[in-house]
Nanobody, 121 residues
């Protein structure tokens, strides 16, 4: 069973930075896409960023220029460097990997349990 463990969350002030990590284990097949969603308080989960195995990246518009996603394939880990954090970035951040055995859309994501990021003024 694939397991994802996020770390690096915490509380920071507006303008501060955090680096999230997500370590993946238990995968017997190569992972293509890895990335992050977030769920602000009282809101639906929203896409943040993703990165393919070869390095191609996609970012949500609201994090462009502030967040950087990267991965270390040797360590089976994906990172999210978050700079110039705003109060609107407060959310539980969830790591995901593409399910290599997915056959339908609702099977595409394998999720971590999340890590809380709180940004205060």
């Amino acid at each position: 069973q694939v397991r994802l463990v996020e770390s690096g969350g915490g509380s920071v002030r507006t303008g501060g930075s955090l680096r999230l990590s997500c370590s993946v284990s238990g995968n017997d097949l190569k992972i293509n896409e890895m990335g992050w969603y977030r769920q602000p308080p009282g809101k639906q989960r929203e896409f943040v960023a993703k990165i393919a195995s070869e390095g191609a990246t996609v970012y949500a518009e609201f994090v462009k220029g502030r967040f950087t996603i990267s991965r270390d394939n040797a360590k089976n880990t994906v990172f999210l460097q978050m700079n110039n954090l705003k109060s609107e970035d407060t959310a539980v951040y969830y790591c995901f990997v593409e399910n290599p055995r997915a056959t339908t859309r609702d099977q595409y994501h394998i999720w971590g349990k999340g890590t809380l990021v709180t940004v205060s003024s």
